[in-house]
């Protein structure tokens, strides 16, 4: 039996660890575990840092395809979740049995397919809660960004956002004494939120550029690109007083060249805070040398289902259709308004993720996202831990690369937000997925963005956000690779 | 072989294969020996020239595929100039360059890599080389009192390869200097360096000027205005642009400037993956004859086509190719 200690809270982790060492070899004097799968037995302590996640205390997982060469059973523990003495009881339940075939008549209402997490149906729930932001504020009666860990996005902390405007500033003050000034200066918010930020940075570029009696402000072109179009219409007010100054774009956040191609090579500035996280993913791990794909397959405890069915009115043989409904036209699949938000709300507390790992070599259409491939995963691996599981952040790479294009041979990318910079951090923490109210959160894989960027012709760099004490964002920003 | 009106070519290099990316960075790694790396060169080299002419190109480079990039090819060549080896994460990387004294006169070596394109093809074929002004700005200068000083020198030992290429066969040098887009301010000196560089070389001389494609992307932004007129006194036959990402906005200078020099004109953006139509291309072709004669006109790409994935870069070439016959048809050429 190998334990992996994936965690530093150390009280915890000398509980837990003792523990689940006697829970174990006691298993195996019972006979309840075989020597040969007490022989192949890898344990993971985790500690989940979202009190609302995917995951059950205790969950077991099963190589799967011809090629699963991790023979044997993976167990991961949430250190977290755990409650002393309790672990015996869960150990049990989750391991027996272990086939998922026959998990579906003791307790599961599968919602899919085992599939790539990227594909799975939690994104839908994601999107869904984007789209009827407002429906689920109504109910909650909060505002999206009290949901957020802090309370409070750091993306519009006053001193940093004069920080930015004044690196701007300095930039352009740059470019004019070169004579190269654009006769339009774009600059671009990806993901505007109730554009609070926006607001205030175009308050304190156009009070800096009187201040120091420039003339960039009248030049200046503000984008506003969010896939959502009742987020963009919300987010006017708070730019009201720069209307002239302003577009409201519909983009996709993981194709922002898709719809700004005439702007290539053109935007000097590009700005985003918080979307990254939000934006699909799916893990790997580096297991032997062989790379694994971690799929999933969601569901609902059978006992959530009947609750959430007796309170929604739902048979519980029509919850997985309810969802599908659902996701297709919000509260409204339910002839009962205020039922249907409760479905949503509940359904959405009670998901879980079922895991399995496949073999790449048994998934010869699973892709790396643009910018990585096999032979580069295998570069950058090599150095890395025997056993290391991690985030493609194949959403956030693919946004990366598809903005790269915009930036103006001066310009620059800022991205405010959660991000793993050495891939050895993944064994020492809990990175995502975890649940914000009805929205995913995922740290984001800054190590594979710094790669991709460098052979895209960027150096990375990471600042830990120092405006807020405690605050968990750092500040992404590009410079030109010569 | 007489040229067609409009002829066709590349800038310089082709697409660079991923799997020969990787095998330049086994190389690095001491994965696989020089001689091993060699052959591979020689086969990439075969398998560029062979796309070019299947595309239908007039006039073929090597594809620059030996190279790692447009700058330590040349650096690593030239005498007396420090390199940090260690200095590269991936081979595409610069390498970290000084010079501490006097660059001495020394073959570089070049002549080889144009007898292997001459064995390879029929066609018409074009040698590219990296300008001093371009090489003196990505070397730490730690002798010559000035930039020019030491591009001067630089120019002084390439004037012996350009005349060895000529023995070797070469009709067509292209000189890159795309640095001058990133410095206009040098532009005098740099025409100045040029014209040493190219002196006594009895070929036709190209010079290719655009606005950087380091990593696929721009290094700058600007206008060709800055190269006028200090580019009229430029020993040259050639003068290559690009048109094709920028627009043609910049043609105008042909009309207010005539100078005496061939355009070789921009017709493909290599910073776009989207592969323009034919009729696109001859669309640019015609408006580029507003304000050149056909005669004197050149068809090639923005820049070299080295990003870009090799279907592509193939599909550009053969559009471009189309457009410039859809001209010639309906010039009766």
Redesign the interface.
Known sequence: MILHLNHTKRDSAAAATSEVVSTFLSLLEEKQITPAEFAHLQIFLDWLQYKQNFREPVMVMNAAGEGGGSSGMEVRIDSRQVRPGALRELVQKAIRPADPEQRNETGRIYLEDFQSFRSSIVWDFNRLYWQRLKDWEHVTGKGYQQALPGGISDGQQPQAIADSVGDFWTLLKDLENQN?L?QEVFVLEIGVGLATRAGLWLDRFCALNQERGTNYYPRLRFLLGDYSLSTLERSRPAVKKHMELCSFIALDALDPIKTLSFL??KILHVHSTNMYDNLPDEEIVWRDNRVYWVQIRAYVPAAEAARIGTACDVAVADIAKTVNRLLEVGAEALPDRAKGMTFWMEIWKAIRMEERLVDAVDLPDASFPAGL?S?HME?ILKDAPGDLRFHLSSGALESFRNT??L???RGYLQVQDIFVTDLHEYCMGFYGPGKLDGSIVNWVNGALLREVA?????DLHFAPFQHRAGSKTSVLYTT??? | MTLPILPTTMVGSYSMPGWLERLKTDYFARRISRHDLDEIHDAAVRSAIKDQEMAGLDIVTDGELRRDNMIDYFIERLPGIQIDRSSKKFYYDFYDSEVLGKIPMAAIGLTDDFRFLLANTEREAKICITGPHSLCKRVRNKHYPTEEALATDIARVMNMELKELVKAGAKLIQIDEPYYSGFPEDITWGVKVLNMLVEGVHAKIALHICYGNRYGKPSWEGSYRYLFPAILSANVQQLSLEFARRGGEDLDLFREFSPPFELGAGVIDVKDHAVETPDIVAERIRKTMQFVPPEKIIVLPDCGLFHLPRDIAFAKLRAMVEGARTVRKELGR
């Open positions: 190269k654009p290539r090579h491939s032979a570069d790269l294009p930036l103006h041979p460098e052979r895209a012709g960027y030109r690779r010569e």
